[in-house]
């Protein structure tokens, strides 16, 4: 840690960012979304590394670390009818490249996963009754852009988020990193 740091430690996240054009396709499908089932508005993102609390200078340092030794990568959503989403996600192939990225990520930080990785895409967060609302969801999702499933794309940005609890407007980007060949 820098010694010089006296920021509190505060909750931090890793994100890989899709491109553009895929990010405003991901930004209309959860505007339609929001509109028709509620929740906040936040960057469409994968998340690789979960929510760990850190210095900044640690999480920076972490995030610079790990990207250097990640080179850009495919992600797909998946293309089952009725496995593509669940629970306000848009799941992604578990991949060895996807999987790979998540794990070396995951061991710059330190951070150990409370639950198997399970890739995905964040379409929706909120207080939702979940069973009711999934199958809405899916079939608003399929009606919002009916070409979703098996959508591939290529991850080049890491992403290090400050995602201390609380409100999900609240989160902010704290460095943004390119995938290098």
Not at 116 to 133: Q, T
Request: charge should be negative.
């Amino acid at each position: 840690m820098d010694s010089t740091d006296q920021s509190p430690e505060e909750v931090y996240s890793v994100w890989a960012l899709p491109p553009e054009p895929v990010r405003g396709r991901l930004r209309r499908l959860m505007a339609g979304l929001g509109a028709a089932h509620g929740g906040p508005a936040f960057e469409p993102h994968a998340t690789v590394v979960g929510a760990i609390r850190l210095h900044r200078s640690v999480a920076v340092e972490a995030l610079r670390a790990a990207a250097a030794g990640v080179r850009p990568y495919t992600a797909r959503v998946a293309g089952d009818p009725r496995g593509f989403y669940r629970r306000g996600r848009l799941l992604l192939e578990p991949t060895p490249e996807v999987m790979a990225a998540s794990d070396h990520c995951c061991s710059h930080f330190g951070y150990q996963r409370p639950a198997p990785y399970v890739p995905h895409l964040s379409l929706m967060y909120g207080n939702r009754r979940e069973e009711d609302d999934d199958e809405a969801a899916r079939k608003k999702v399929e009606e919002l852009d009916k070409d979703i499933r098996g959508l591939q794309f290529e991850i080049s940005e890491l992403a290090l988020y400050n995602t201390e609890p609380g409100h999900v407007e609240s989160w902010k980007l704290v460095e943004l990193c390119h995938l290098t060949a």
